[in-house]
């Protein structure tokens, strides 16, 4: 495997044990406090969600914990998550896990800088306005969502789903990406996913 660094504006951090980066990269960027958003069974089974916090960690940063997503993320977590991150006072999110965990963190990013209502958003009723930055640990090859400017959420009233494009967060945040080592069976299913 060959390691690399590449921003446009995204950064990312390929290679062996990548995800070790995330603390100083995160610490570089001036950030106290993270929410670090994951599913479940890949990013804990993995081993990936205890190395990340290992390396918050190591850098002095702090952080709470907000797992639970899955695919096609829903609304009410994102606002729990929102609702988590204000109390906690956090001020970046980190996403450990696929496109969903993403997705969902990206929706969490808006909702920090808003008091309004986070489904406006994606019903086009406002445009947001500002972002927390957000950062991803990828566990899944091909997720895409870690490149792009756009979010989909899913509406538990009446299971409505929507996207939101805004590249908002890129120039605002500087979005950053860890791209951790992807397993082979992750390999394999993005391989799969991306061609399906």
């Not at 914990?65 to 906690?88: F, Q």
Request: aromatic letters at 6%.
């Amino acid at each position: 495997m060959i390691n690399f660094s590449l921003q446009l504006p995204t950064k990312v951090i390929f290679g062996k044990d990548a995800e070790s980066k995330v603390g100083e990269e995160i610490r570089a960027q001036g950030a106290k406090k993270v929410l670090v958003h994951f599913g479940g069974k890949s990013a804990k089974e993995s081993g990936v969600l205890d190395r990340v916090c290992k390396s918050l960690d190591a850098a002095g940063i702090s952080y709470v914990t907000l797992g639970g997503v899955r695919a096609n993320p829903m609304l009410s977590l994102a606002k729990e998550g929102i609702k988590l991150a204000k109390k906690e006072g956090v001020d970046f999110l980190l996403a450990v896990g696929g496109g969903s965990v993403i997705d969902s963190a990206k929706g969490i990013a808006y909702g920090m800088r808003d008091d309004g209502e986070l489904w406006d958003f994606f019903t086009r009723k406002r445009a947001p306005v500002a972002a927390l930055p957000v950062g991803c640990v990828l566990t899944i090859a091909a997720a895409g969502s870690e490149m792009s400017d756009s979010c989909v959420l899913t509406n538990d009233d009446g299971m409505i789903k929507i996207g939101l494009s805004c590249d908002l967060r890129r120039h605002e945040s500087g979005a950053y990406l860890y791209c951790s080592g992807v397993s082979d069976d992750g390999g394999r299913c993005g391989h799969f996913d991306a061609h399906d």
